[in-house]
């Protein structure tokens, strides 16, 4: 694979190699971050150095069915040693699918100091490298996030009603099961219940991992992906996008594709996704 500055990306900064981290992971102007599907993999071994912030226990509201507040977002910053100023280093299990579904959710709060590694854990592991069970803990910071910022990055359910009405591009990046509405969910994802199968009428389906190649989890080209997204899709650079999946991880990692690696500036991930539109009464579906 060509390197991160070789492969065409409009935001090549965005990545680092696995290289990169194990120079700098005792910088402490750096922070690595776990963030996985699988919950047993962090403390069976990771990067040394590296924290975990899980998507369902950090950075949701353990009652309402959102996100982190301001007030939240600076307590797990603080607690995890990162302050303003510090690189967020993100990688994980899936081809980093949760690793950008996080660093979706730091945008939110304005974190625009944050990375993904190239290749995730699969990368890391299959290069020999250095892994430890030992959990390090940092000196507690003062930070200072902004309220968060729905209104750029994130769709709603009737922002997307409207953009589906206006037949502006949807972004399915469920399996083609999923799609068609033969399954409502597939067996190796958690489950979240779903009544009705099916999409959102219009949407397109491209599968999230689509944009990663298979054997070291490591990002498609520019080239490549454009290939995808459109000459095969026939999404612009300047279209409105909406993506979504079930529970908005799988379309965290599509929408970093889009505005990241191919520079489009207003793609918004919907992530209430499936399980709020599948089971809102109503709501038009096409099987």
Known sequence: MADISERGYANPDVLVTTE???QHKDDPNVRI??????PLLYPSGHIPGALEIDWATDLNDQVRRDYLDREQFEKLMS??????????????????????????????????NAKVMDGGRLKWE???????????SYPATTYKAPERDDSKIRAFRDE????????????????????????????????EGVLR?????????????????????????????????EQEQGLKAEDDIVAYCRIGERSSHTWF???????????????GSWTEWGNSVGLPIEK
């Open 20 to 22: 990169w981290v194990a």
């Open 257 to 271: 594709v889009l505005t990241h690696l191919l520079g489009y500036p207003q793609v918004r991930n919907y992530d």
């Open 197 to 229: 199968g099916g999409h959102i009428p219009g949407a397109k389906n491209v599968p999230w991992a689509r944009a990663a190649n298979p054997d070291d989890g490591t990002f498609k080209s520019a080239e490549e992906l454009r290939a995808i997204y």
């Open 33 to 38: 971050v776990e963030s996985n599907e699988d």
């Open 79 to 112: 607690k995890n040693g990162i302050s303003n100023d510090t690189t967020v280093v993100f990688y994980g299990d899936k081809n980093n699918w949760w690793a950008t579904y996080a660093f979706w959710i730091f945008q939110l709060f304005g974190h625009t």
């Open 160 to 191: 997307v009603l409207k953009h589906q009405a206006a037949g502006k591009p949807l972004v399915d990046v469920r399996s083609p099961q999923e799609f068609s509405g033969e399954r409502t969910h597939m067996p190796e994802y958690p489950q």
């Open 126 to 136: 299959q290069e020999g490298r250095e892994m430890t069970r030992e959990v390090p």
